[in-house]
């Protein structure tokens, strides 16, 4: 897999010295008189494994979702590995993307959702290859070996045939991580990806992801799940009313945390 | 079986008699009777029963059928293309083809049927000449005499045409708007741009909702070219007609036409379930097992297994 970038995983050495890899620049977003993000920015360097927590309502699924530009932001830029998604960048100015060319700016990111949202009416198989094979154009001989494989390394080989009403709900989603993971993303969104399931179906779903992330994915992972957070992150974000709270470590944001609003949180959570 | 002995009962099973629906028996009788009075009322009849598989295959009534079906199907066919149009157009953000697509569909649908045939086919009445160029220009690509063009065939077409493609609309709509909008984000976030997204996911998944009305739109079609006979169009009940006219076989001419539309309207109701059957696999596997499989085992697991006693 050629983008993605070997490094260290763990808590070592969370602020790298590299260009971001994705750059989010003072977003912001409203419904209506409802301020969902409120200038928010945050960079993710290529290997890193960011977690951002915080209550609902926070605006982390919002902002996330602005990455990708499945929203439109109101204001702010997202880079993605140089480019701002959406906009073509000329003489100075930010010219905006017609659908079909961010269609394409898009196939370098991946996402999870919290829903899978795989599609009902193709195989296991067929949701993995459709991106590969319509997106990319790739032969689907090489493409038909490569999903097996993914589809493999998150435990479902035996599934390639079947359809995703067949699956239990860690299938599904792990079913959606190989969909996204086989278009070789720059980095993957995760959507709180274990909050549909089962309890006894989270472990499945998390135990791939940290696989992702020690085989060095960069991944930005909106999530509840706290245990996942201390395990993987490198860094954990902690976002509340449509702002960043704080951020640093685990030990930082999880263990230590300066700000009233985390604490409270924390509490909440742990308790 | 776990269960311990000791709790099976020791009394010797009694013949059980079940219970007489005398209630079915009555109701079916009085059917028949009535089916039976029916058929002696029709026999006593003025009519030779004898003519009519003659006309059933008379080459002016087998030209009458395929000229329904001709109409039925052009008209079905651009109907369905018009109405994706249409829905596009009313779904999409332009909020003047929003209003264009939804005064469209509130005319064509409101007016009765007949009344637009009769509009289309008089049309030479108000514009006897229709005219292609560039207005306020003496610049003219096209000049045809409006009774040339509008047929019988094209009158019908469009009147029959242009009213189901209002419904088309409506129906693609609700197709379009059964899909999750998760499976639309989904293959945005893949990279699938809107063609794509139409083409490979939304369309698939909508066409289970889009089938089967549109089914039954067909069959409304078959039958509705009937009205086609009023601008005098050759269908089956004009081909009935004009050899009545010849011979005043009336009744036996229209029941002849009568079962060829029981024909059409059958073969077009087979293929309506073979369609919705191939757009709804998503939930089998491929060689899984059939439905009928599926019920036979569903039966088998809860019949009960049979009492046994034990002498």
């Given amino acids: ?271 | 079986m776990s269960t311990p002995s000791a709790r099976e009962s020791v009394r010797e099973l009694l013949p059980q008699v079940r219970l007489r629906h005398w209630g079915r028996w009555v109701i079916a009788a009085v059917i028949l009777v009535i089916l039976g009075a029916l058929a002696y009322g029709a026999s006593q009849g003025d009519i030779s029963w004898r003519d009519i598989p003659y006309y059933v295959i008379s080459p002016i009534i087998l030209q009458g059928l395929v000229n329904t079906i001709i109409l039925a199907v052009a008209a079905q066919v651009s109907a369905v293309i018009l109405g994706v149009i249409i829905a596009l157009m009313r779904i999409s953000e332009n909020p003047v083809a929003k209003w264009f697509a939804a005064a469209y569909t509130w005319l064509f649908r409101g007016l009765p049927v007949l009344l637009q045939i009769l509009l289309w086919y008089n049309l030479a009445l108000i514009f006897p000449r229709l005219q292609l160029g560039i207005p306020f220009t003496d610049v003219v690509f096209v000049d045809l005499s409006t009774n040339a063009v509008m047929t019988t065939f094209v009158a019908a077409f469009l009147g029959l045409m242009l009213n189901e493609s209002a419904y088309m609309a409506e129906i693609v709509r609700a197709g379009l708007n059964s899909v999750d909008r998760g499976q639309i984000e989904a293959a945005q976030s893949i990279g699938e741009t809107p063609l794509q997204r139409m083409w490979r996911i939304v369309l698939p998944q909508a066409m289970r909702v889009i089938i089967p009305p549109t089914g039954n739109d067909f069959i409304n079609m078959l039958k509705g070219t009937a009205m086609a006979s009023v601008i005098g169009y050759v269908e089956l009940i004009r081909a009935a007609n004009n050899i009545a006219s010849f011979n005043l076989q009336v009744m036996e001419t229209l029941i002849a036409a009568a079962f060829w539309y029981m024909v059409i309207v059958s073969v077009a109701s087979v293929g309506q379930s073979y369609l919705e059957r191939s757009f709804d696999r998503s939930d089998r596997a491929r060689g899984g097992p059939t439905r009928r499989a599926r019920r036979r085992l569903a039966r088998d697991l809860v019949t009960p297994p049979l009492v046994r006693s034990h002498p």
Wanted: net charge negative.
């Fill in chain 1, 1 to 271: 897999m050629t983008n993605i970038h070997p490094g260290t995983v763990g808590q070592a050495e969370p602020q790298r010295p590299l260009r971001p890899l994705l750059d989010a620049v003072r977003v912001s977003k409203h419904y209506g008189s409802n301020e969902v993000l409120k200038d928010v920015s945050l960079q993710v360097a290529a290997g890193e494994v960011v977690c951002i927590i915080g209550p609902s309502g926070a605006g982390k699924s919002t902002f996330l979702r602005c990455i990708n530009r499945l929203e439109v932001p109101d204001a702010g830029e997202v880079w993605v590995d140089g480019q701002a998604m959406g906009f073509e960048e000329r003489d100075g100015k930010l010219y905006e993307l017609t659908e079909r060319k961010l269609s394409k700016q898009r196939a370098s990111t991946g996402m999870v959702f919290q829903h899978f949202n795989l599609f009902p009416h193709l195989t296991v198989l067929g949701n993995v290859m459709e991106g590969p094979v319509r997106v990319q154009k790739r032969a689907s001989r090489t493409v038909d070996a490569e999903a097996r494989a993914v589809l493999e390394r998150v435990g479902l080989g035996d599934k390639i045939d079947s359809y995703p009403s067949q699956l239990s709900g860690g299938q599904r989603q792990r079913v959606a991580i190989a969909r996204a993971v086989a278009m070789k993303p720059l980095f993957l969104l995760f959507d709180e990806p274990t909050s549909a399931l089962d309890p006894e179906l989270v472990g499945e779903v998390l135990t791939v992801m940290a696989g992702l992330a020690a085989d060095g994915m960069t991944m930005l992972v909106v999530t509840h799940e706290m245990g996942f957070a201390r395990e993987v992150a490198d860094r954990v974000v902690f976002m509340a009313d449509g702002g960043i709270v704080e951020q640093g470590t685990v030990d930082e944001v999880l263990v230590n945390p300066r700000e009233a609003r985390t604490k409270r949180f924390l509490e909440r959570v742990l308790a």
